[in-house]
């Protein structure tokens, strides 16, 4: 007899989505069949990228190491509960860089909990990963500098296009620090 496959949501703004979200995806498909990357509403927040756009870098980017076929990439405007009663969600995961990031996602946790969703799994992110965050890619981005270490190639284009910059149009550090030390 097959049994029905386990789904996790993995819910974020993802603006954008980065080698960091990539990572967690990865552990969390170690013990899930499949995987929701949800492009939610933090109200917080005044993204740089559109939903849509979003979507794409976060879809392109999976599908650039093949995991197309287990994550499926949506957008939801609502409830992170709503969502994943209506959408059979066995459990949310979430990437936790840091003791900051423990602090900010227990409450919300429980909460989603409290209103009907399921539990949240808390995933530890590698410390290659553990000091980026999507503001801090639009941030070097603005400025020209190289982010390819840090999102898909595809999702690097698209943000120095949205910030009409380019890359290496920052100065480049190690050469200016060369000059002024000659
Ligand atoms: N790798 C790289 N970056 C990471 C990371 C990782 N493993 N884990 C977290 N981050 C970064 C994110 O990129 C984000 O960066 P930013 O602040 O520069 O944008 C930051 O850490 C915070 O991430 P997160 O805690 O996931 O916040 P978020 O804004 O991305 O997502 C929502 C928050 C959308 C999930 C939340 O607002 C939500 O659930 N909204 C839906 C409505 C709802 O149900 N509300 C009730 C919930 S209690």
């Known amino acids: ?24 995806v990865r552990q969390a498909l170690a013990f899930v069949d499949q ?8 109200t917080a927040k005044k993204p ?41 969600i066995d459990v949310i995961v979430k990437g936790l860089r840091n003791a900051a990031d423990f602090t900010y996602e227990a409450p919300m946790a ?13 995933i530890p992110s590698s410390p290659q ?4 965050s999507s503001s801090l890619v639009k941030e070097l981005a603005r400025y020209g500098a190289n982010i390819t270490q840090m999102v898909e190639d595809k999702t690097a284009q698209m ?12 100065p480049d550090l190690a050469q200016t620090g060369q000059q002024e030390r000659k």
């Open 129 to 132: 990963w553990a000091h980026i």
């Open 48 to 88: 740089l990228l559109s939903g849509e756009e979003r979507q794409v870098a976060a879809t392109q980017t999976l599908q650039a190491v093949g995991l197309g076929d287990r994550v499926e990439v949506v957008q939801i405007s609502g409830l992170l509960a709503d969502f994943c009663v209506a959408n059979h």
């Open 159 to 170: 943000l120095y296009r949205a910030l009409g910059t380019s890359p290496g149009a920052a």
């Open 1 to 24: 007899m097959k049994s029905t496959p386990t789904r996790a949501l993995f819910p974020g703004s993802f603006d954008p989505f980065t080698l960091g979200h990539l990572e967690i």
């Open 110 to 122: 429980t909460v989603n909990q409290d209103l009907g969703g399921p539990g949240t799994v808390f």
């Open 35 to 42: 995987v929701v990357v949800a492009i939610a509403v933090n």
